[in-house]
């Protein structure tokens, strides 16, 4: 059955509603994902229900007519409250997969399973988790590997991910429960033909603009591009960089930026609602994080054409294994450098570049093939549910 089949299959009406469960609205990747999978399953006339635990709900603008929202009033570190008015919901809504995005999540879908005895409730977790930041997280393991062997379905965000996890936990060994959903792009939203580049101020004439994208936390190690900038012009290469995104490291990076001395090279240009301007105003697009999974962040560059070179963390070699980019050392600024020489000395390289990762994300990262994919495992449209083996 070609994708084709797969999108019709999709669009047949159901009695039975999906309902994505998040944390809250607020702009990040996994509740981005979620909007997109809701509103996509809406238009094609299913039942589909976003709830999320908490406020804010930044992305609530963004969400299909169709879909039917509810916030739940989360109070505490659990919530009972909130947990029974999720299982209202299921009920009122006749929901019969619940999609939890993301562990905690997960630990309310699991519960409301068991107080859901009107009619079956079928749990899917999905995990965008790889590597843990803090020893907390990774105590609390303790508690949702077990939440996850609870759920009927485990969807993970890499090959790379699902491996570790299964070693590591447990989670993924049981075969025909688990499956990889890769992160997808508009390709049409995200082309740099339909793009006017921003202006950034305060750059100079740099002759090469590096960039990334992403909230300014430790993990995310924006403050790598800063000493990479200052090792670059070391090395006689005029180079610029943007930063867009904001967040609790931002005053230690603006330290960083006055120490090396590079405040005409380095814009932190702050939280946008829109980042393609941005992207196309780009020559290389740098992802430094030391925690990832599979950077939607880096599927946004390279839909806009937009060469890349990222930390080898999570799922970013099985990203970037249909060309589009390469890989470093995550923490290793020189690395980063060397791996940014060529692309900085040649203009063809970076075009060609650019033209590969346009082309990976148009055959491999879709936003059709991921609907498609998740059609498939999750809701069991187009026959047989195919499984990425284990």
């Known amino acids: 059955m070609d994708r084709h089949d797969d999108v019709a299959d999709c669009r047949e009406t159901r009695d039975d509603?999906?309902?994505?469960?998040?944390?809250?609205?607020?702009?990040?990747?996994?509740?981005?994902?979620?909007?997109?999978?809701?509103?996509a399953l809406a238009a094609r006339s299913r039942k589909v229900v976003l709830a999320y635990l908490n406020h804010p709900e930044s992305l609530l603008a963004q969400v299909h007519p169709a879909v039917a929202t509810t916030c739940l009033e989360r109070r505490g570190k659990f919530s009972t409250g909130a947990l029974r008015r999720l299982s209202t919901v299921i009920e009122e809504h006749r929901v019969a997969t619940l999609v939890a995005v993301n562990l905690y999540p997960a630990l309310y879908a699991v519960l409301a399973k068991a107080l859901c005895i009107r009619h079956p409730l079928r749990v899917v977790a999905s995990v965008n988790?790889?590597?843990?930041?803090?020893?907390?997280?990774?105590?609390?393991?303790?508690?949702y590997r077990h939440v996850l062997r609870r759920a009927d379905l485990v969807a993970f965000g890499a090959e790379y991910q699902r491996r570790l996890w299964s070693s590591r936990y447990g989670t993924g060994q049981t075969p025909g429960r688990n499956f990889v959903l890769y992160n997808a792009i508009d390709t049409v939203e995200f082309s740099k033909a339909n793009v006017v580049p921003a202006r950034i101020g305060g750059l100079g004439d740099c002759r090469v603009i590096l960039g990334t994208v992403g909230a300014l936390r430790i993990e995310k190690a924006q403050i790598d591009l800063v000493r990479v900038v200052h090792e670059l012009a070391g090395r006689g290469v005029d180079a610029g960089a943007i930063i867009v995104g904001d967040g609790p490291q931002r005053p230690g990076i603006e330290r960083e930026i006055q120490r090396l001395g590079v405040e005409q090279r380095v814009c932190l240009v702050g939280e946008v609602r829109d980042v393609r301007p941005y992207l196309a105003a780009m020559d290389v697009f740098v992802l430094p994080s030391t925690v990832?999974?599979?950077?939607?962040?880096?599927?946004?560059?390279?839909?806009?054409?937009?060469?890349?070179v990222a930390s080898r963390v999570g799922g970013m070699e099985e990203m970037l294994q249909f060309g589009g980019g390469r890989t470093y050392s995550p923490r290793n600024v020189e690395s980063l450098c060397d791996a940014l020489m060529p692309l900085m000395l040649d203009v063809s390289a970076r075009k060609q570049l650019g033209e590969q990762a346009r082309e990976a994300v148009e055959q491999n990262f879709s936003f059709e093939r991921m609907i498609n994919d998740f059609g498939r495992h999750v809701l069991q449209t187009g026959g047989r549910v195919s499984l990425v083996d284990a």
């Open 17 to 39: 509603g999906v309902m994505f469960l998040v944390n809250s609205l607020q702009v990040g990747g996994s509740e981005r994902k979620a909007v997109r999978l809701a509103n």
């Open 129 to 143: 988790t790889t590597e843990f930041a803090t020893a907390k997280e990774k105590l609390q393991m303790l508690l």
């Open 292 to 308: 990832e999974t599979f950077s939607n962040a880096v599927l946004e560059a390279m839909a806009m054409s937009c060469p890349v």
